[in-house]
């Protein structure tokens, strides 16, 4: 089972000096003796380790907020992105486990088997037709209004459908 609890951790940073002495970074596992380090998830880091699993950016540098879900460290930006703003699929509101592959509309982030028609039920997939009305999926062939609808109809195309990215190391 895929832990999908969500923690978001302060980063803080502190004065290494000489009291740093004997501590390791939770990234590397170095010994950290630079002037500055990072406390963050209840554990030390360079301030060259605590990095985004995803755009890779320097979370001391870019905020004082970072995000802990699935094994992956994410800044704000790429978390909001991969799992939204509540990190639940906007139509079940049921957790988005981080290795779970996803469908996006408008925004929004959805579980691939909720990514359904509200009419039909039909599952959508990459490449189908599909409208999005007032946060509601309807398929080509429900879609509400008939012509007066075209000019927002969407298609799915293989970016619609992506993996959450994993660091490994």
């Not at 978390?79 to 929004?108: D, K, T, W």
Request: net charge positive.
């Amino acid at each position: 089972m895929v832990n999908s609890r969500v923690e978001a951790s302060a980063v803080s940073v502190t004065g290494g000096g000489g009291g740093s002495a004997g501590r390791s970074c939770a990234g590397c596992g170095g010994r950290i003796a630079d002037r500055f380090l990072l406390f963050s998830m209840e554990r030390y880091w360079h301030t060259r380790c605590l990095k985004c699993s995803c755009c890779h950016a320097q979370l001391g540098e870019i905020g004082t907020t970072c995000y802990s879900k699935g094994g992956m460290i994410l800044c704000k930006n790429d978390y909001i992105r991969l799992f939204g703003h509540s990190g639940a699929c906007s139509a079940c509101g049921q957790s988005i486990p981080a290795s779970e592959m996803v469908m996006r509309a408008q925004g929004n982030v959805y579980h691939l088997k909720c990514f359904t028609c509200a009419t039909c039920r039909n599952r959508l997939v990459p490449g189908d037709r599909f409208h999005y009305v007032n946060g509601t999926i309807f398929c080509e062939h429900d879609r509400p209004g008939g012509a007066l609808l075209s000019s927002h109809l969407t298609s799915l195309q293989g970016n619609g459908m992506m993996p959450d990215q994993k660091k490994n190391g």
